[in-house]
């Protein structure tokens, strides 16, 4: 696997690269693989090996997560990521890519799709994050995660936050945290644990785990549905306590281009990890169908 630094907007941005081992598989198109929030490029230890025997995979770790850098001037959100992952395609891969996120990376994933027009090739969205244009009250994802641990009193006080930053990035919390949405937790292991705690503890971790309680909504995802030229997959953890994606799964029916193509997993908020080997293998099928 090649790991490299790339910039975006001036700042390094951690990119691994790897395969094809086939050599007919450079007709194929990339794939990109977009992290969840507080989680990076270490999260697709079990889905590179398999996919790069097809295709020449990319992952990267976005602006302000895993070893990429952590600045305090960007106006994180959806906006800043969707931009970042279609310079990536453009400048980097420079040929019709599969864009395919979880949770945060999913709406990013979803944002950048849209995005590229005739330079997507596919969208794969595993529980993505985000908001529909009639969904009320609070947006789902990222940001809601944190709200419904911790209430909204917390939200203002940057001495709080500071004391909630420092709980959450126990290695015993986090553990405890991927317990709760991996329903196998067979690959929660001190890999995975140790891949979420080490990038908090780079300078402006916690400024840019403040960004979480500010992170604007976004274009919604009927918008973003309507806008996207390419092939849709929807791999759902059915099981998901964050996103309710049981409840979920109804909303992105109604919204998701005709055509599109769902796959549902008995597994939790981060089915590629929890459950690899189903997760590749409805990937691949899909794949294989594109033009």
């Known amino acids: ?63 302000g997560f895993g070893r990429s850098a952590k600045p305090a001037g960007p106006k994180y959100g959806g906006a800043l990521w969707r931009d970042q992952l279609v310079s990536y395609v453009r400048e980097r891969i420079g040929r019709p890519t599969v864009t395919v996120g979880n949770s945060l990376g999913g709406y990013a994933a979803l944002a950048a799709g849209a995005a590229l027009g005739q330079d997507s090739a596919g969208v794969v969205l595993l529980n993505a994050a985000g908001p529909f244009s009639d969904e009320q009250g609070e947006p789902k994802g990222w940001g809601a995660i944190t709200r419904r641990t911790v209430g909204s009193a917390l939200l203002k006080s940057p001495i709080l936050q500071r004391l909630l930053f420092e709980n959450m990035r126990r290695p015993g919390n986090v553990r405890r945290t991927l317990n709760q949405v991996y329903i196998d937790r067979t690959n929660v292991d001190d890999e995975l644990v140790e891949s979420i705690l080490a990038p908090s503890r780079d300078p402006g ?48 029916e109604r919204h998701a281009p005709q055509g599109t193509q769902e796959v549902v997993l008995q597994a939790g908020h981060c089915p590629h990890d929890e459950v690899p080997d189903q997760v590749n293998r409805s990937l691949l099928e899909w794949l294989a169908q594109l033009p």
């Not at 790897?18 to 079990?46: C, I, M, N, Y």
């Open 1 to 63: 696997m090649i790991a490299s630094t790339w910039h975006f907007q001036g700042y390094p941005i951690h990119c691994l690269q790897k395969g094809p081992l086939q050599a007919t598989a450079t007709e194929r198109p990339a794939l990109l693989l977009v992290h969840g929030f507080g989680a990076s490029t270490d999260h697709w230890r079990f889905n590179i090996p398999a996919l790069q025997e097809h295709y020449e995979v990319h992952a990267l770790d976005l602006l």
């Open 205 to 252: 971790a916690f400024g840019v785990f403040r960004t979480v309680f500010d992170i604007p909504r976004g274009q919604p995802l009927d918008e973003l549905f309507a806008e996207l030229q390419s092939p849709l997959l929807l791999l759902w953890g059915i099981r998901d306590p964050w996103i309710n994606a049981a409840g979920r799964r109804g909303a992105f």
